[in-house]
């Protein structure tokens, strides 16, 4: 561990922040000084670090006895782009809350993923406003029902809070599901997405297809189950009646907020059908799969 001193002189080196890294995981710190205070700012990146609940709540419990002893403010924010953690202490304290705070941010138990309180309020807040902006924009009908393309601006606002809490995701509405996943089919350069009436949609929730020498046509079946309500092996047999009926359907994926009830992945009806013909993804692996959708190279093979 760097002592306060050696990074306040770092920070004061016309450097605006040093960068540290714990376990391949990079970071930045900055320390200054100023009218005797210590001031001591963390900048911790979505996706790659995570105080955990129980670490933070401990860390701020004890800083808000520091405050009320000492008459000094601080706080912990959040930005889409980043979370940061900014103490100000009075300066014969800032070794102290230094080591405090490093001892937190640098645990690698606590580097996994950003699930602390006040960044899952901050999330679910920013939420709503999101999908109120619409994730994505009609350009069109067809007989199955609109052809729909991804809006930029909110699904990169999206990427960032499931980064922050990928909880999230199950607290949005069925409808508001099926939308997300459509963009992020238009997101990875299909061609067609189309997003199916709300009623009367055979069993498909979206359709994407993609060109070329071999013409990809996937039919998505989309479930916003709370996390105790396991999808059945039932529900993905249905979709694998539907997509034996749907011309030219190439693959069928069932993706949902959930996850899949026990031994669903070895019925026999199911088992021969998954990697080629069927994608399963449950809650996890649909949100790491909406997060790679702008940071991976494999593009179309995301989600077909």
């Given at each position: 561990m760097p002592s306060l001193s050696d990074v306040r002189e770092w920070s004061s080196n016309g450097k605006e922040s040093v960068s540290l890294v714990i376990d391949g995981r990079p970071f930045?710190?900055?320390v200054t000084v100023r009218r005797g205070k210590t001031r001591i700012d963390f900048d911790l990146f979505p996706g790659n670090h995570d105080l955990g609940a129980e670490a933070s709540e401990r860390l701020w419990q004890q800083y808000q006895v520091y405050c009320t002893a000492h008459g000094v403010r601080s706080r912990i924010h959040s930005h889409f782009s980043k979370t940061s953690?900014?103490?100000e202490v009075r300066e014969e304290h800032g070794e102290k809350w230094f080591e405090r705070i490093w001892n937190c941010v640098s645990d690698p138990d606590n580097l996994e993923r950003i699930r602390c309180d006040v960044?899952?309020?901050?999330?679910?807040?920013?939420?709503?406003r999101?999908?109120?902006a619409t994730i994505v924009r009609p350009r069109g009908r067809v007989k199955e029902g609109t052809l729909v393309r991804v809006a930029a601006p909110a699904w990169a606002s999206l990427i960032e809070l499931l980064q922050i809490d990928f909880e999230v995701?199950?607290?949005?509405?069925?409808?508001q599901l099926e939308e997300i996943v459509a963009a992020a089919y238009d997101r990875i350069g299909f061609d067609r997405v189309i997003l199916t009436p709300r009623s009367g949609d055979h069993g498909r929730d979206v359709i994407a297809e993609k060109g070329g020498w071999g013409t990809i046509r996937v039919v998505v079946q989309v479930k916003a189950h709370s996390a105790e309500n396991l999808v059945s092996a039932d529900e993905v047999r249905s979709l694998i009646g539907t997509y034996c009926m749907e011309p030219g359907a190439t693959k069928a994926v069932l993706a949902t907020t959930s996850d899949f009830a026990p031994r669903l992945k070895d019925a026999p009806n199911i088992a021969p059908l998954l990697g080629h013909e069927l994608l399963l993804l449950n809650r996890k692996q649909l949100v790491e799969r909406l997060v790679q959708t702008e940071y991976s190279r494999r593009g179309l093979s995301l989600f077909s």
């Open positions: 930045t710190c900055r953690i900014m103490f960044l899952s309020e901050y999330a679910r807040k920013q939420l709503g999101v999908l109120t995701l199950s607290t949005v509405s069925p409808r």
